[in-house]
């Protein structure tokens, strides 16, 4: 199989890749797009490393080596004291966890320990200190699978394919510490098996919202509790709230709010709008603008400042359309949801005015001649 090519200044178009938040960073992994032909989608290549700086707003390229696969799409990823962990994806029919040392730019393969799941793609993962906990996906069935845990998607019955796949509501816990997963018993009413869903973390509760199962893609919330294992059940939503959808994004903006965006709704029409979850009023309120167009199966990271939002890549218009090209893209959006610290617009100033205020930058104290002039040096 052929793989997409990079240029050396911005990223590929593409979806279905990750995006991880390292260190001030913004990692880019994996994924698939237009080939070079024009024809048909292919993998990007998983040597490909891109890196944004989220504070200088700058992409860097590096060529990583050390994974034997051709790519991968839908998988999930963690960072943990400046790694990078992967897991799960497709094509892929492998349970090895993938570490990424961003110092060294380096992968290892660990062989991990315990109940390991079987393979999976389009799950949602969430990070609660050095544990990854593991929802749901589109996967093979599971040996301990039961008719309410797993369902079978028909159409993923082809003829030369080594497994038929389906939707499950399994969770499943891996320690970075120990290299063990485990199954935890949980409590509560389990969310119905669902893939293409997304996830957000504040404190120790995780949030899930919508995803596909079967021919419905889902508008209910859940939430977890990340210590006990304690399912809430679906939330009771007060007034108006987002039409279901799958291949959208959530994301932490604040201590008790959640930004959706974007998605594929059961119609398969692409979404552009935008709304706000309110965790402690249990209420959604949609915002006044929407993204410049819509998108699908992107990724979105919290920027550097409380309610800022970076969204990469993903797809514009209907993906299972077997009659028109999909259309993905490259572009990078910074949302806000507050107002941006002072700090960071005085920069953002000195950034695109340099010449003008560089006699200003050599009377600044210390500490700040210092990051601005990291952010006005040379790239």
């Not at 943990?80 to 799960?88: A, E, F, I, T």
Request: aromatic share 12%; charged share 20%.
């Amino acid at each position: 199989m052929q793989s997409l090519k990079d240029d050396d200044s911005f990223p590929v178009a593409r979806t279905g890749h990750i995006a991880c938040a390292v260190n001030g960073n913004m990692l880019i992994w994996g994924g698939f797009g237009q080939a070079d032909n024009g024809f048909g989608e292919k993998y990007v290549p998983c040597e490909s490393l891109w890196v944004y700086n989220l504070e200088l707003q700058e992409w860097t390229r590096h060529e990583v080596p050390g994974l034997n696969m051709i790519g991968r799409s839908g998988s999930g990823c963690f960072s943990h004291r400046g790694k990078m962990y992967v897991w799960g994806g497709f094509p892929n029919h492998t349970k090895e966890v993938y570490c990424l040392d961003t110092a060294g730019i380096s992968w290892q393969t660990i062989e991990s320990e315990g109940e390991v799941p079987e393979y999976r793609d389009k799950f949602v993962s969430w990070q609660y200190h050095e544990r990854l906990i593991v929802f749901g996906g589109f996967g093979p069935q599971p040996v301990d699978a039961t008719k309410d845990s797993w369902v079978l998607d028909p159409s993923s019955i082809v003829e030369g394919l080594p497994q038929s796949r389906g939707w499950n509501n399994d969770l499943f816990e891996y320690n970075i510490e120990t290299n063990r997963w485990r199954k935890p018993k949980t409590k509560g009413p389990v969310p119905c098996p669902r893939a293409s869903h997304a996830g957000a973390i504040i404190g120790q509760r995780g949030f899930i919202f919508g995803g596909r199962f079967k021919e419905k893609r889902r508008s209910d919330m859940h939430c977890i509790d990340l210590i006990t294992f304690t399912w809430s059940g679906r939330l009771t939503i007060q007034g108006p709230m987002p039409e279901g959808r799958s291949w959208h994004s959530l994301t932490t903006v604040g201590p008790h709010h959640l930004l959706l965006c974007g998605g594929f709704n059961t119609t398969c029409k692409p979404l552009d709008d935008m709304w706000l979850f309110d965790t402690k009023q249990l209420l959604w309120r949609r915002l006044e603008w929407d993204l410049p167009t819509p998108r699908l199966w992107h990724t979105a990271v919290a920027g550097l400042h409380l309610g800022e939002v970076v969204i990469f890549g993903g797809c514009t218009n209907n993906i299972l359309d077997r009659h028109e090209d999909t259309v993905y893209t490259n572009s990078l959006l910074h949302i806000s949801v507050t107002a941006k610290p002072l700090l960071r617009i005085c920069y953002e100033m000195i950034w695109q005015h340099v010449d003008r205020f560089r006699q200003e930058i050599e009377n600044l104290p210390p500490c700040l001649k210092r990051r601005a002039l990291k952010m006005t040096s040379p790239r």
